[in-house]
């Protein structure tokens, strides 16, 4: 071990560092060397020092799959605190640290009734990611709160703003992940929240169903979050029980004309039609169909509940649950002609 001081600053390295506890499929994998930087100034500090070594920057890890060690020094984003920056009498603008807990800062603005965010109740991960993957659920993204971000140039450690348009948002897409990918890690995130005369969303998924099942006719944004919630546990497993990264697949979004062949074929195939020309369709029926759904392969395995997930019985390996994925997308390709891409990014 080793430590960087520099006008005060003192981090502690760590060599062949173990990351099962920072990743949330629970895979076993070492790092060559591991730093936690829980300000801007430390990051920059360790950015600076460290400029011409392979650097890897890890968020809540709840969006990997590690097939590997990672011969690098491991930077830990673990910036915390929320605030608010200003608010109007209609809007609230929050602020929230790339360290902090998504689902934690979602119900820690449910708590003062500032809504926009309540259906991505409990998806994994930490704020600082949801930029990069312009994460959604139940018919709600990113994109729709978003103002901006900042985030430090990994070369100059230089603060940028980006504006909710400068990131390019598209499905689970965005500027970090195409041209400026590798070039930044976000330090904070800004959303536009409601504090009055919220837009409540019941239209996605099982969200009704839910909220029937306890008599709500007229749900508020914290109902609308408990019913998710509830959907999302009676099918999704919890990482500290059981490992996985939630979704592993991207629901495809193909041309009309491929979904209408593969239509001809499988009657009940379920579709959303995406603008004149594109339709999407669900990725876990599509895995479910091709006879994926809550089997098991050694200690990896698609949940028995929602075939979107693998999951690590415990003692998986990486490369088992990515050759499993890799056996879903040719099996798929096969049966449907439709391709299936990762939603998770393979390490």
Partial sequence: MKTLQENKITMQIEHNFSLKNYNTFGIEAKAKSFVEATNTDELAQILKEHKNEKLFILGGGSNMLLTKDIDALVVHINLKGKKVLKEDDDFVWVQGNAGENWHEFVLWNLEQNFGGIENMSLIPGNVGTTPIQNIGAYGAEIKDTMV????MRIDTQEIHTFTNEECQFGYRESIFKNEAKDQY???????????????INTSYGAIDGELAKHNITNPSIKDVSNAVIAIRQSKLPDPKELGNSGSFFKNPIVAKELYEKAHAEHADMPHYTVGEN???????????????KGKRFGDAGVHKLQALVLVNYGNATGQEIFNLSKEIQRTVLEKFGIPIEAEVNII
């Fill in 148 to 151: 901006s971000c900042e985030a």
């Fill in 185 to 199: 890690v976000i330090t904070s995130v800004v959303y536009k929240l409601t504090k009055k005369n919220h837009k």
């Fill in 278 to 292: 594109e339709v999407k369709v669900p990725a876990g029926w599509l895995i479910e169909q091709a006879g994926f």
